[in-house]
């Protein structure tokens, strides 16, 4: 039983992670911005297939095949892959805050919600038209085989989404206390237009936010997809969770964005063990008891505007 708790434990943070760096992207956003992405989770798929699609390329194969056949692509085809979808993403969010998020932003109502959704739709429909609805087995960049301690089995894919998770929530929250961007970021979120007026790029720091958040939804869709297999559903599930992930911890704090993704992550895990057809119900139902006594998050803060 100890062993089963610890492999639930340590799969449930690794799948944490992953909720995390959504969560995360949306945090990005938010912080600068105070809107969100609600195709966040199709930029995820995305990601995993342009991923995909590199590596098909580096072994001579057209991007639209639906195998490897156990083919093993090299390191420096890997990283092209994921340089592949970090850019690509992050130019998409760049199309999505000039198409779907600046035009609405200043005007009343939300709009912006409507058209971020309408944009993920746009996305998904042109990825199954390109690659169609069946799901891919990707090779992983560290391997598949799993490593066995005391019992627990984890897959190294598993434990470079947890480094990589962690790394990129130390350096975004070093970015956002300690750095001028991060400053920036935040006097943008607080007031643009006082903002402007002491010499802050608003639009930059806007744009940024898009490019930085969606290429994190890449990053995550790639690293996803040679555990979970690349598919363009894939998105869904994950995107809906790192945004409840984002709510429990606190949209306004990376740390608890992050925090947020794991707690989420390891309790799926854990209601699994037990009875897996409660795992949504328990999720979902942490997520409206902590808004209920806590809206801004376990670690958000509460925003004040002075009038």
Same mark, same amino acid.
């Given at each position: ?44 798929? !995305? ?10 390329? !580096? ?185 409840? !992930? ?29 009875? !897996? ?31």
């Amino acid at each position: 039983m100890e062993i089963a708790l610890l492999q639930a434990l340590l799969s449930g943070a690794a799948v944490g992670s992953t909720y995390a760096l959504v969560a995360l992207g949306f945090s990005v956003t938010f912080t600068t911005t105070k809107t969100l992405n609600f195709s966040h989770g199709e930029f995820v798929s !995305a990601g995993a297939f342009i991923g995909m699609s590199v590596l098909f390329l !580096a072994l001579g194969k057209p991007i639209t095949s639906t195998s490897f056949g156990g083919e093993i692509t090299g390191n420096g085809a890997q990283l092209l892959a994921l340089l592949a979808a970090l850019g690509v993403m992050g130019l998409l969010g760049w199309l999505l805050y000039l198409l779907g998020v600046r035009p609405f932003s200043r005007k009343p109502g939300m709009s912006w919600v409507m058209s971020t959704l309408g944009f993920g739709v746009i996305l998904q429909s042109i990825g199954l038209a390109i690659w169609g609805a069946k799901p891919v087995v990707v090779p992983g960049p560290v391997g598949d085989e799993v490593i066995r301690l005391w019992g627990i089995g984890i897959r190294p894919q598993e434990i470079l989404m947890l480094v990589v998770s962690v790394s990129i929530m130390v350096l975004f929250d070093h970015v956002m206390r300690k750095t001028m961007v991060g400053k920036a970021m935040r006097a943008v979120a607080h007031n643009p237009n006082v903002a402007s007026l002491m010499g802050i790029n608003v639009n930059a720091m806007m744009i940024g936010a898009f490019v930085v958040s969606s290429a994190l939804a890449g990053l995550s869709g790639f690293m996803l997809a040679p555990i979970a297999q690349a598919s363009l559903f894939m998105g869904l599930a994950v995107g809906l969770k790192g945004f409840s !992930a984002a709510m429990v911890g606190g949209l306004n704090n990376a740390r608890g964005c992050v925090l947020g993704g794991f707690l989420l992550g390891v309790l799926e895990s854990m209601v699994n063990l037990w009875s !897996a057809q409660w795992r949504e119900v328990t999720i979902f139902a942490l997520v409206i008891v902590v808004l209920a006594v806590r809206p801004t998050g376990l670690f958000g803060t509460k925003m004040v505007e002075k009038v």
